[in-house]
């Protein structure tokens, strides 16, 4: 199945990073037409159509959904999210370190962004044909498969994340039956989110962000309805709960 004729219309939140940019190039590169969003509401592809949201800041995306909605999206990509906080604060190594702002912002923008975005763009999503709904997830979200703890509000927030998007697939199965809404899981890719923890990878482990959108775009390409409300590494392998 190739995504250039499965998707007419894609709607990339968190353009302007490493995967969300090759996600909309590769997408373009297929004859797909590219709304790429991010805060500044630029870009050097002039391929693309751009928008400006912050995910902190509903409104922004409410007037992004409106502006839509005459030729909606058949395929919705959140890639967007933080690892790192903008002042430097990492990942908690320990429960000591929990700190109620910090967690709250990693929430606001892993958690409670993504589901304002589905908030306003699911209803978009055509009733007939097939439609996906993606949010980049993370493995470290899986309650199951933690073996290390740490890193408290990334993995909760991420775990959060895929609990609505399996509420959201069972909410929209009742009026898109065709739709699909899931996690994906790019593996560490080569992006500032990355960065600070790539110097002690095994080697071969680290993904270019194209190969990672490639691979991902593949993914998505193989999605059916049964698959909704799953959380799928760049593998195509479920991810567990």
Do not use: C
Request: proline share 6%; charged share 20%; glycine share 10%.
């Amino acid at each position: 199945m190739d995504v250039g004729k499965t998707f007419r219309r894609a709607a990339i939140f968190g353009a302007s990073g490493g995967i969300g940019g090759a996600l909309a190039r590769a997408l373009a590169d297929r004859g797909v037409e590219v709304w790429a969003g991010s805060r500044s509401g630029e870009t050097s592809d002039p391929r693309f159509r751009t928008f400006r949201f912050d995910l902190t800041d509903e409104s922004t995306i409410a007037d992004v959904a409106k502006a839509m909605a005459e030729g909606p999206p058949d395929l919705v990509l959140v890639a967007s999210g933080v690892l790192t906080l903008s002042s430097g604060t990492g990942p908690e190594r320990s429960l000591r370190h929990i700190d109620a702002a910090t967690m709250e912002e990693v929430f606001r923008h892993n958690t409670f962004g993504p589901a304002l975005i589905a908030k306003h763009m699911l209803p978009l999503l055509p009733r007939e044909g097939r439609s996906v709904f993606a949010a980049l997830s993370a493995r470290v979200g899986s309650i199951g498969d933690n073996r290390l703890g740490g890193w408290h509000s990334y993995r909760a927030s991420k775990a959060a994340l895929n609990m609505l998007l399996r509420n959201f697939a069972i909410e929209l199965a009742r009026t898109h039956p065709q739709a699909v809404v899931a996690g994906l899981h790019p593996g560490t890719v080569d992006t500032a989110l990355s960065q600070p923890f790539q110097a002690n990878l095994p080697e071969g482990q680290l993904t270019a962000p194209q190969d990672a959108a490639d691979k991902l775009l593949a993914v998505i390409d193989r999605l059916t309805p049964d698959d909704s409300g799953k959380v799928f590494d760049w593998k195509g392998e479920e991810v567990p709960a």
